[in-house]
């Protein structure tokens, strides 16, 4: 079975501060690893995703198989970035989605 | 940009009665897929749907769940008899081709 675990519930950072969002899974195969935002009163989007290695508003995210990892940073958080994060899992393509609890990012001026 | 829409937004309900939630999934993505997310706690899949079946549904997905995709373009979650412990949000998702999960903005069902 997969299990995602983000162990931080809230993250409260100043703005220009780096920000790390720890995610750990586990999983026996080879997994896509992927992070959504919710912001306020907003729908779930995708942040990124692991295979396509891109930087999306300044976050970046490395999938590390030795770790079981795959942390989300940014170097310089901006107010727009208070949000929840959720870390996501996904077996293969067309699977479904096994997500953490999310953390909740607010970054103060 | 196309996007996912879900209705109602809020749905109240009776414990026991029927409720249809809707989703009309972005044209032409092929995957879809019904997640549930109980205050404060985790976002937690329901069912996958591909190819006009169900291609597979967790342990919370019983009997009293069924998925529909009667027209093309709807998608739909019905729950036969709600429960108290149904209340949550409810969030569709759509998939054009198996790698990318677009999100509705999410029904909230309170169940009374």
């Known amino acids: 079975a997969q299990r995602v675990t983000q162990p931080e519930k809230l993250l409260s950072v100043f703005k220009g501060a780096p920000v790390e969002l720890k995610c750990n899974y586990s999983y026996s195969g080879s997994p896509e690893l992927f992070w959504y935002v919710q912001y306020s009163r907003q729908r779930l989007q995708l942040l990124l995703r692991?295979?396509s290695r891109e930087s999306i508003k300044g976050f970046t995210a490395d999938l590390n198989k030795g770790e079981t990892s795959f942390h989300l940073k940014k170097p310089f958080a901006q107010e727009e970035d208070s949000a929840m994060y959720y870390c996501?899992?996904?077996?293969?393509?067309?699977?479904?989605?096994?997500f953490g609890g999310g953390t909740r990012v607010l970054v103060k001026p | 940009e196309p996007e996912v829409t879900q209705t109602p937004s809020h749905q109240v309900t009776q414990m026991g009665q029927e409720v249809i939630l809707r989703c009309v999934p972005i044209?032409?993505?092929?995957?879809f897929y019904w997640y549930r997310q109980i205050l404060g706690q985790k976002v937690e899949f329901l069912v996958s749907f591909y190819n006009n079946e169900i291609s597979e549904k967790s342990e919370i997905f019983d009997d009293q769940f069924s998925v529909e995709r009667p027209d093309g373009s709807n998608f739909t979650l019905k729950i036969r008899s709600t429960k108290l412990e149904d209340s949550a949000m409810y969030f569709c998702a759509s998939d054009p081709t198996g790698d990318t999960q677009y999100f509705g903005p999410g029904t909230r069902l309170t169940v009374l």
């Open positions: 692991h295979i």
């Open positions: 996501a899992l996904s077996r293969a393509a067309g699977n479904k989605l096994t």
């Open positions: 044209s032409n993505h092929l995957y």
